[in-house]
């Protein structure tokens, strides 16, 4: 209960802590799998039969498969925050802001600020929590500690100032010891459910893959290895095939465990990536550590895009599939209405519950974000901007304040936003923009 203390200058007045009876109903466990750098069309379930997926094939196959869900931004640790804490990351940054105020924090001391702020948001976690669930971080977190996040168990401990002075800072910085997970071990994952049958639990399932280094073991590279893939082609579906045998490893303990029939599968990517079966970029630096022109740190449709999967057995249908425009910030009020528990009211996320009932139905008729970095030929980082993008059934509009630019692209006929069109719909051109100011409006 003492974690909620610490949130009192959030929206949480509409939050009611519960009865020990409520917390004693039999709530399923919940399993969040995160694709790190994974782009959407290259999975077997999403047409890519030159991929080998059949662990995360039979997990869309389990439930419902949303083939049109978004992330906020085009980088991860931003769309991380968003589904710890259902807001938009210029939200979550307002917020910061807002804290760093109230408690007077000088600008020396903002670094260390920022790495440990979201121990007074209104995580998921801390929300399962007032239920009965114990929850676990395994795999990419860049919030300095599990506990952070209101996880009972974590991976992810944090560093010293003197690990920031050192050359391996930064991956500490992106997880540290959970980036073992998967790449190295199951273990800790494994020892947290045993440890955890008694009540329902919270798994944050977050392997650092298809992520670079695609360094993937023989075993996953022989499968393509003589295929006529270029080579950088092989080495990211062999990391897409290793990701893919953790999500196996981890789905298999849990039916081995009796949990898996009560447990809530949910599936999305951190952000887009490109690499199509004949393009090489081992000689491109950039483009091979970023995916592509389309991926990540690029404004595309490619570059925000995930499918988003809802399993649970019993409760969601199988073999069941939407096109309906999903936000991934609607991952976590989903997940709270789906156990009947309820969205608290400063979420930007909706629940589609309703579009998991009946895939027929939409909740969402666009969708529009924000991208603060951009691709850049000095910087492998990216460089600052200010971008917006929307997308529509039909369309994919993106607007860069910064460099003055305009595209638009028809997404029935270019999915892959080849040919911008923006000068033959100026009427589209000022629809979309109106709607982007509209939106930056109640973001202030």
Not at 38 to 45: D, V
Not at 156 to 161: D, E, F, I, L, Y
Not at 288 to 294: A, P
């Amino acid at each position: 209960m003492l974690n909620y203390i610490k949130i009192t200058l959030l929206s949480v007045s509409s939050f009611v802590l519960f009865s020990c009876d409520q917390q004693e109903e039999n709530y399923p466990n919940i399993v969040l799998i995160l694709g790190d750098d994974q782009g959407y069309p290259y999975f077997g379930f999403m047409g890519a039969d030159y991929v080998y997926t059949p662990n995360m094939d039979e997990l869309a196959e389990s439930g419902t498969l949303f083939t049109q869900g978004y992330v906020p931004q085009n980088h991860c640790r931003p769309s991380l925050q968003t589904l710890m804490t259902g807001t938009l990351p210029s939200d979550y940054e307002t917020k910061v802001k807002e804290l760093m105020e109230a408690k007077s924090v000088s600008p020396l001391n903002e670094k260390d600020f920022r790495h440990n702020a979201m121990q007074y948001f209104e995580t998921l976690p801390r929300i399962l929590s007032q239920y009965g669930y114990t929850s676990f971080q395994g795999g990419k977190w860049w919030e300095y500690s599990f506990s952070n996040g209101g996880f009972d168990q974590g991976m992810t401990a944090g560093w010293t100032k003197e690990d920031e002075k050192g050359s391996g800072w930064f991956k500490k910085f992106m997880g540290g010891e959970g980036l073992k997970l998967a790449r190295l071990t199951m273990d800790p994952v494994f020892e947290f459910i045993n440890e955890n049958k008694a009540k329902p639990f919270y798994i944050w399932y977050a392997p650092e893959l298809p992520h670079y280094p695609f360094d993937a073991p023989d075993k996953y590279y022989d499968i393509y290895k003589d295929t006529d893939f270029t080579e950088s082609a092989k080495r990211y579906y062999a990391n897409c095939s290793w990701f893919d045998d953790g999500v196996g490893e981890l789905l298999t303990f849990l039916k081995d465990n009796n949990e898996y029939d009560n447990t809530l599968f949910i599936y999305v990517n951190d952000n887009g990536w490109e690499q199509e079966p004949y393009q090489e970029f081992r000689h491109d630096s950039l483009r091979w550590h970023n995916g592509g022109d389309k991926g990540k740190l690029s404004v595309y449709d490619q570059s925000f895009r995930t499918p988003i999967i809802f399993s649970w057995k019993n409760n969601i249908s199988a073999s069941s599939q939407s096109n309906s425009l999903i936000h991934s910030a609607d991952i976590p009020a989903t997940i709270l209405d789906l156990i009947g528990v309820g969205i608290p009211n400063h979420f930007f996320g909706k629940s589609y519950q309703n579009v998991i009932q009946n895939t027929n139905t939409s909740n969402r008729d666009i969708i529009i974000g924000m991208a603060t970095q951009i691709r850049s030929e000095n910087d492998m980082m990216g460089e600052k901007t200010e971008a917006y993008w929307a997308r529509t059934n039909d369309w994919f509009f993106k607007w860069n304040l910064s460099r003055e630019t305009i595209e638009l692209f028809n997404m029935n006929t270019d999915p892959k936003n080849d040919t911008d069109i923006a000068e033959i719909h100026p009427e589209l051109v000022t629809d979309f923009i109106e709607k982007i100011e509209i939106w930056k409006k109640e973001r202030r």
